[in-house]
């Protein structure tokens, strides 16, 4: 069953002492005020949870310590037992965050080191992205920008493992407009729905060779302009990448 033993005032705990729980199968050491823990504690269960720090009316506040029985453990600031301020988060996945906290959730500026590998850091609210940030994950992809509840929104730049990188604005973790950079020297550039070109847009290719039109899915769809860099030129219609339908071909030269 439950006992304590220590010192009381009033019937009460009060002063060092220790009391275990039955129900809860715990057991709490340090000092006490009017049953409550004030002042350096320890609470440690049968389940593997582990609560230690300084503590208010029985709640952590300050510096503290906490591990749950799933193994994730938590060191750093807190006020009335919950997490607020900085501290420093390893979850039983492996995942690591170190950064500012609000009511248990991150809150503020901080850095996650994900059990993938990949490293994102930045402005958290309500324990994803939003506002600046950054990530960069194991294949070497870089991303650099805004974000909106943890998805990639407004202004910024992705960057692959092989070099080619989008620079614009993003919606719900799709591109939507901007320029596209490939390392070969060619660009496009237009708005994107489903992550591939829709509507009018520009191809400039490393060449000189320039397209100018409509886009469905990434591919040359509709009406365009096809500039060579010799100066030829296409206008027409096009379908499903290639020049079909009616059009006209004008060289250099005018004819």
């Not at 069953?1 to 057991?27: P, Q, V």
């Not at 600031?77 to 170190?98: A, C, K, M």
């Not at 660009?187 to 100018?212: C, M, P, R, V, W």
């Amino acid at each position: 069953g439950s006992w304590w033993e220590g010192e009381i005032k009033n019937d009460k705990l009060h002063g060092k002492a220790i009391l275990y729980e039955a129900a809860d199968k715990c057991k709490s050491e340090g000092n006490w005020l009017e049953f409550q823990l004030n002042g350096q504690g320890t609470v440690k269960c049968e389940d593997g949870f582990i609560s230690e720090g300084n503590y208010k009316n029985g709640l952590l506040n300050g510096q503290g310590f906490l591990k749950y029985s799933n193994g994730t453990e938590y060191s750093g600031e807190f006020v009335d037992g919950t997490l607020n301020g900085q501290g420093f988060i390893r979850f039983d996945t492996g995942s690591e965050y170190l950064g500012e906290f609000i009511d248990d959730k991150l809150n503020g500026q901080g850095v996650i080191k994900w059990s993938s590998g990949t490293i994102e850091m930045g402005q958290y609210k309500n324990d994803n992205l939003n506002g600046e940030g950054s990530y960069i994950n194991y294949m070497n992809e870089k991303y650099e920008g805004t974000f909106l509840d943890g998805k990639r929104n407004g202004k910024g730049k992705f960057t692959w493992s092989n070099g080619d990188y989008f620079e614009g604005t993003w919606k719900d973790d799709l591109k939507f407009y901007g320029t596209f950079y490939y390392v070969s020297g060619d660009k496009q550039t237009g708005k994107f729905k489903n992550d591939l070109l829709n509507g009018k847009a520009t191809y400039i290719k490393s060449n000189g060779n320039i397209y100018e039109g409509d886009y469905v899915d990434g591919i040359e769809n509709g009406k365009g302009t096809y500039t060579w860099a010799d100066g030829d030129k296409y206008e027409g219609d096009y379908i499903g990448g290639y020049r079909t339908g009616k059009g006209k071909y004008t060289y250099k030269s005018g004819t």
